[in-house]
């Protein structure tokens, strides 16, 4: 089986920079998704990372290590509009279909 | 990227009613799956709808209880049967190319409550 996990709920200040982590355990490794989903709505592709390192995406980046079953997103010049739920997905080897984590509420204040 | 639409956007039913949603995808995704997404919850795979053939359900989730259908590339249906208060969640449909590289696309859920 897979196990994801990722804190529950963060805050951050308007302007900062925040990181959410997730780690993993997974049977073999085909790609970590993270995802964006604000209450109501369906959930919206940010990143996706199979190989190690950082991806860059304008407010937006993802780092993986697979040696340490670990990514985190990174977000840079929070807006208020980036408070939403943030999950983490893995596509064991072989799998199409990604396990998703619990989310990570993260609550962006003035 | 895919653009999925979902029919109704939400409902109140009954206990022992039954609930069709209805997913529209406005382009030729070879897979198609439904997921349930409880308060608080992640995002739980259901099953994969197949075109033409049975849907593959995961473990925990049986055909009596929540029959699907693809008739063809672009459009499924999925019946939440004779439903219970525990049947009150959001209702995904997702899309996807196979392809190991590509993500899924979300339609934006139907949020069922069950009285």
């Known amino acids: 089986g897979q196990n994801i996990d990722q804190p529950t709920e963060m805050t951050a200040t308007e302007g900062a920079i925040v990181q959410i982590n997730c780690t993993y355990q997974?049977?073999?490794?085909?790609?970590l998704f993270w995802y964006q989903q604000h209450a109501g709505e369906a959930p919206t592709f940010l990143s996706y990372n199979v190989l190690d390192g950082l991806e860059e995406k304008g407010r937006f980046s993802s780092f993986l290590s697979r040696s340490k079953g670990y990514s985190y997103l990174l977000l840079k010049e929070l807006q208020m509009k980036d408070s939403a739920s943030y999950l983490c997905a893995v596509r064991k080897g072989g799998s199409y279909i990604p396990t998703f984590g619990r989310g990570t509420s993260l609550i962006v204040h003035p | 990227s895919a653009v999925i639409s979902q029919k109704p956007s939400r409902d109140i039913c009954q206990r022992g009613t039954s609930l069709t949603i209805q997913c529209q995808v406005d382009?030729?995704?070879?897979?198609m799956f439904w997921y349930r997404q409880q308060p608080g919850q992640s995002l739980t795979l259901i099953a994969t709808?197949?075109?033409?053939?049975?849907?593959?359900?995961e473990s925990g989730f049986v055909i009596d209880k929540f029959p699907i259908s693809r008739p063809n590339l672009t459009f499924s249906t999925l019946t939440v049967s004779n439903m219970s208060p525990e049947d009150s969640s959001i209702y995904l449909c997702?899309?996807?190319?196979?392809?190991?590289?590509?993500?899924?696309?979300f339609g934006p859920g139907t949020r069922l409550t069950v009285l």
């Open positions: 997974t049977s073999g490794f085909n790609g």
């Open positions: 709808a197949n075109q033409g053939s049975e849907a593959t359900y």
């Open positions: 382009s030729q995704v070879t897979m």
């Open positions: 997702s899309g996807g190319t196979g392809v190991s590289t590509d993500t899924q696309y």
